[in-house]
């Protein structure tokens, strides 16, 4: 009896174990409802620049897209004030169009995340929106390539001490999505944009101008048969 109890009980957490597997499965693979889209512009420098240091992120936008609706229905924008960097180059300043009093009347890095959360709360409430501990999820952060978050995002925020919430730990490469589907490799957003005989919209290297560009292709590419999944993660 005691046996046939056991194997009742290994049973019973096997179901479970599997249920959760399904369940984290689920909710990366599943179609989102919507995405957050992210575009960071940081500082940056010309190639052969001697006063080259870490990017730093200055302008950190969002929006958050309607896959259902092909449409944006929130933005989140915040520029960021640089601090192991403080002065832009020319070269920043002139590829972005962020000016260094911009960047001075910005928040730091940690205020700045502190406030997107504080919007991301809003939108859940507003539109139901679900991401990261909430399963299953129908929304994923969004980006071309795995840059913004990988590299620059977690980079900074373990420079300085700031802790990567965890909704960051998964999104979709954009970037990535495009070249598998459609076989070859575009020449950047505005290339991919080219390719499918679409036009960019505002400026380029504006993080937000480059966020809704960016859903402006996914909505082309999700006609066309791509399937949003997930493709990366931390």
Not at 85 to 100: D, H
Not at 110 to 119: A, E, H, Q, V
Request: aromatic letters at 10%.
């Amino acid at each position: 009896m005691e046996k046939m109890l056991d194997l009742a009980r290994s049973l019973k957490c096997t179901e479970i174990i599997n249920v959760r597997k399904e369940l984290t499965e689920k909710s990366t693979n599943r179609p989102f409802k919507y995405l957050l889209v992210i575009d960071f512009e940081a500082t940056c420098w010309n190639r052969n620049d001697p006063d080259r240091g870490y990017s730093e992120i200055i302008e950190f936008p969002c929006i958050l897209y309607s896959v259902e609706g092909n449409k944006i229905i929130s933005y989140f924008q915040q520029y960021v004030m640089p601090i192991e960097n403080t002065k832009l180059s020319k070269f920043c300043t002139e590829l972005t169009g962020i000016s260094q009093q911009t960047v001075d009347n910005g928040v730091p890095l940690k205020t700045c995340m502190m406030l997107f959360l504080k919007w991301l709360e809003h939108i859940r409430n507003k539109y139901n929106v679900s991401i990261g501990k909430f399963v299953p999820n129908n929304c994923i952060f969004a980006t071309w390539s795995d840059w913004d978050i990988r590299n620059c995002l977690k980079n900074e925020c373990r420079r300085k001490q700031i802790v990567l919430p965890e909704i960051f730990t998964k999104w979709i490469d954009i970037r990535a999505l495009y070249t598998k589907h459609y076989m070859r490799r575009p020449k950047g957003l505005l290339g991919a944009l080219g390719e499918l005989g679409l036009e960019f919209e505002g400026r380029q290297h504006c993080g937000l101008d480059d966020a809704k560009n960016t859903a402006k292709l996914v909505g082309r590419m999700v006609s066309e048969g791509v399937i949003l999944k997930c493709t990366s993660c931390l």
